[in-house]
């Protein structure tokens, strides 16, 4: 499986931006999915995964309520909606791919990655 992140931007606080990862190969339906983050200077934390149907989903203590993590299988694409923007949301945001979704979510944990988009949100 290979992921493409995309959907990154500059953003006022309070405003909103949608995260995209575009998965390649037929076998995106059996990975449960994540998105992490990486602020300067710090290490790479988890933001929210989903399950392979779409039918569970668990988020960071830091985003629940203002983000939601939603996929598509018939185009092998997973969504990170952001709403309420913080500036302390600024990071670069991977998605990441593990076929067990239970347990849990480090980075070190993961079977594949994606590039990271950047999303830096004003004050």
Known sequence: VQLQASG???V?????????????????SRYAMGWFRQAPGKEREFV???SWSGGNTYYADSVKGRFTI??????NTVYLQMNSLK?????VY???AR????????????????KGTQVTVSS
């Open 70 to 75: 939603s996929r598509d299988n018939a185009k």
């Open 94 to 96: 991977y998605c990441a």
């Open 87 to 91: 500036p302390e949301d600024t990071a």
């Open 12 to 28: 006022q606080a309070g405003g909103s931006l949608r995260l995209s990862c575009a998965a390649s190969g037929r076998t995106f």
């Open 8 to 10: 990154g931007g500059l």
């Open 48 to 50: 929210a995964r989903i």
């Open 99 to 114: 076929l067990n979704y239970a347990g849990n979510w480090v980075s070190g944990g993961m079977d594949y990655w994606g």
